[in-house]
């Protein structure tokens, strides 16, 4: 479009019908993405195998170790004793035979006391009655848990246990799932431009785009930085009157070394003797009834008040 159609656009006026079409042309913009390429886009990568994320230059394949990654390099010393060592299948599970041999002497022996009162199954309390068999709360079993009675069997139908017997009932505002029937129009219908480029799908190049190091242009090189930016570039003072934290361990002067304490300073440091809660609430005559309280007279309402319930 060129400076006069584009003039022309903006000196005609705008019906309402252009407007929607504008919005739709906006709408159908496909959303960027606003992920970072460094971290969203790249190489393909396969976790799991020993495959380097970046190819390998020839020079490093070519190059002598240091001395240093020599000595990395190194397995881990083995310090156990030739033939001290485990089976692979040991700790294992799956084995029908056992994880280990045992010998013969360890088959022929006879066990002790100790083990043969260890060996033994836990026995019921003495006061234990088994109410239903053993296969009771079994599972895989055909045939009922628990066998019914004649009784139970023979029994007749009660409107209750009819009533729980039914089916629940759906909510009488329930509406089942619609089913929506294509018409044979929408099936032969062809779509429109606008329909087939919404549905192509978002193209996604494979990154980076960028080079992690690029070539800094000579003009950006030699650029002199104008007032503004270097007041922006300069590092944040601190207020006036600042003073920075003081250290946990100073020097002391030598004037407080030879200070002398006064006599209010001496009095404030000695410290504050009490008397212990044993010594201040002990009182002998704690439990002793006084020749007074002995001779008193009760009132009318303390002998209301000391009628039993």
């Known amino acids: 479009m060129t400076e006069v159609e584009a003039a022309r656009c903006l ?15 906006e709408l159908s913009i496909p959303k960027q993405s606003k992920a970072t390429w460094w971290t969203s886009f790249g190489p393909n990568l396969v976790w799991g195998n020993q495959d380097p994320m970046w190819p390998i230059s020839k020079a490093a394949l070519t190059t002598n170790p240091t001395p240093r990654l020599c000595e990395l390099a190194r397995p881990k010393t083995d310090h156990r004793p030739p033939g001290n060592f485990i089976p692979e299948f040991r700790y294992s599970c799956g084995r029908t035979s056992q994880l280990w041999q045992v010998s013969p002497v360890a088959m022929r022996t006879r066990a002790s006391d100790r083990i043969r ?114 007041e922006l570039a300069k590092a944040k003072k601190v207020a006036d009157g600042y003073q920075p934290s003081r250290d946990v361990l100073w020097r002391v002067s030598i004037g ?6 006064s006599n209010r300073m001496g009095d404030l440091s000695k410290p504050i003797v009490r008397d212990t809660m044993d010594h201040v609430q ?26 039993p319930i």
């Not at 628990?146 to 409107?159: N, T």
């Not at 407080?256 to 304490?261: G, I």
């Not at 009132?299 to 009628?307: G, W």
């Open 11 to 25: 000196s005609a006026p705008v019906t309402l019908k252009e407007k929607k079409r504008s919005r739709f042309r």
């Open 117 to 230: 009162r260890l060996s033994r199954h836990k026995t019921a309390p003495a006061g234990y009655l088994e109410h239903r068999s053993q296969f009771a709360y079994s599972c895989g079993r055909c045939s009922p848990i628990w066998q019914l009675s004649l009784a139970a069997m023979d029994c007749g139908e009660r409107p209750h246990t009819t009533r729980l017997a039914q089916p629940k009932q759906t909510h009488l505002d329930y509406l089942p799932s619609r089913q929506t029937i294509v018409s044979d129009a929408s099936k032969n219908c062809t779509p429109s431009e606008h329909t087939n480029r919404l549905a192509v799908p978002k193209q996604r190049p494979e990154g980076p785009f960028r080079d992690p190091e690029w070539t800094v242009q000579q003009g950006a090189r030699q650029a002199t930085a104008s007032e503004r930016l270097s």
């Open 256 to 261: 407080a070394r030879n200070a002398v304490a």
């Open 282 to 307: 002990f009182n002998p005559d704690a439990f002793n009834v006084s020749e007074a309280a002995k001779k008193a007279k009760a009132s009318a309402r303390i002998e209301e008040l000391a009628q």
